[in-house]
């Protein structure tokens, strides 16, 4: 995190985010910022707990611990975990897609992106019959709709077929469709959940070009869950990497991409391969940081990250007497913090094989491939778990004074 940089330089904060279903901790003591005017990723194998915090943003779901701040261009903060659901589009300006694509797929390209507007116009139309008596005031707020959802599909390449039904688009253009329909609200963070999923490489390219061209002409930051790893390192500012909800990796695409806590969790190898296949796959940088011991950054004490040391994880929560273990095996970023750290214990670091400098920059290739094919979800809850636990600060604690 950059201490230099003020609230204001964020366009989201979350701090210490946690939801748990029933036993299941879907999220545990999440902490990231995304910068305002950068395309921040969020990314993970499936069952991480992506689209959970995206739910926890959108007023979905309301968290079981954390703060989530958005802060405005204007200087208004909303505190959006607060906010009753429906405001948080309309008075914090968020945004999303979801997962699966959800357009009116009996209305046409144009409609689908005037209906998006509705709030604008029925307030045009004094929420009365003004509309049908073609009031002034509602032609021209009429008007302006149009022109807007106009140029978002031409932004969207899609001009050509705006009175197309949207269910006859391709899946790419139903996606950048989807994108077009939330600009219409003039967001100022959007939030995209895996929007190159099932696309092919083409469609992957157009959206690429139309992010960055939201990015660079809109002013629009955009959280976006992507397991797509062309677009997450061809686009992306920063890049967070979540496995089984909790944040493993935090940091510019070049460095999480070498990061071993993420390619092993990418790569979902058994237990005993983990020190193997970091061996093969990583380049000089990864060696490097498995022979210098854990990164501080991810260490046990930083809120950041609880992914670092002990192979088995718990999360204690003393006000409610609750526990949750995630037994050994859970995580393959535990079992690389727990190796790392037994490595820089060593008296003297022993020579790795000449045969590891030889596969060098291998990972980001093997990252790609595995991406979509990812572990089995959800944390195990109650597992074996034998002493070394590390507890989480009570809620009170973390909660901070803000109102
Ligand atoms: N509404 C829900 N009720 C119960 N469990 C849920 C719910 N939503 C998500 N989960 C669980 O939370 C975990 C994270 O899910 P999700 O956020 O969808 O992961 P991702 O988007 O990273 O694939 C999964 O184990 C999932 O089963
Ligand atoms: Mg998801």
Redesign the pocket.
């Known amino acids: 995190m950059d201490v230099q940089a003020s609230q204001s330089d964020f366009i989201l904060q979350v701090e210490h985010l946690s939801m748990k279903?029933?036993g299941?901790v879907?999220?545990g003591d999440l902490s990231f910022q995304a910068r305002r005017g950068e395309i921040t990723a969020l990314i993970?194998?499936?069952?991480?707990?992506?689209?959970?915090?995206f739910?926890c943003i959108t007023g979905f779901?309301k968290p079981t611990e954390g703060m989530i701040t958005l802060n405005k261009r204007d200087g208004s903060t909303y505190l959006l975990e607060r906010l009753p659901n429906h405001e948080i589009p309309a008075r914090a300006n968020v945004a999303r897609t979801f997962?699966n694509i959800r357009l009116f797929s009996g209305m046409t390209l144009l409609e689908n992106l005037l209906v998006a507007q509705h709030n604008k116009l029925m307030k045009a139309s004094g929420y009365t019959f003004l509309g049908l008596f073609g009031f002034p005031s509602y032609r021209q707020a009429s008007a302006e709709s149009i022109e807007l959802a106009r140029h978002w599909l031409e932004k969207a390449d899609l001009v050509d077929r705006a009175d197309d039904p949207a269910g006859d688009l391709p899946y790419g253009a139903q996606r950048r469709l989807e994108i077009a329909r939330a600009m219409c609200t003039g967001p100022e963070l959007l939030c995209l959940?895996e929007p190159a999923a099932g696309l092919n490489p083409k469609e992957s390219a157009s959206l690429n070009q139309l992010l960055n061209d939201i990015k660079n002409n809109t002013g629009t930051s955009i959280l976006l869950?992507e397991h797509d790893m062309s677009v997450v390192m061809q686009i992306s500012d920063h890049v967070v990497v979540?496995e089984y909800?909790r944040k493993i990796s935090d940091g510019n695409p070049q460095s999480v991409r070498t990061d071993p806590r993420v390619i092993a969790a990418y790569l979902g190898v058994d237990d005993e391969e983990v020190e193997t296949v970091l061996t093969e796959v990583g380049d000089e940088d990864v060696i490097e940081q498995l022979d210098t011991g854990p990164d501080s950054a991810h260490g046990p004490g930083n809120s950041a990250s609880m992914m670092a040391g002990p192979v088995s994880d718990s999360v204690e929560h003393a006000d409610e007497g609750e526990r949750v273990t995630v037994s050994k095996g859970a995580s393959k970023a535990a079992q690389v913090d727990a190796r790392a750290a037994s490595v820089a214990s060593k008296p003297t670091a022993a020579a790795k094989p000449a045969a590891k400098r030889s596969t060098a920059k291998a990972a980001p290739k093997k990252m790609a491939a595995k991406a979509p094919a990812?572990k089995a979800?959800?944390?195990k809850a109650g597992g074996a778990s034998k002493g070394k636990e590390a507890s989480a600060k009570p809620a009170a604690d973390k909660r901070g004074g803000r109102k």
């Open positions: 279903f029933g299941l879907a999220i993970g194998p499936n069952g991480a707990g992506k689209t959970t915090v739910n779901y997962q959940d869950i979540l909800g990812a979800p959800a944390a």
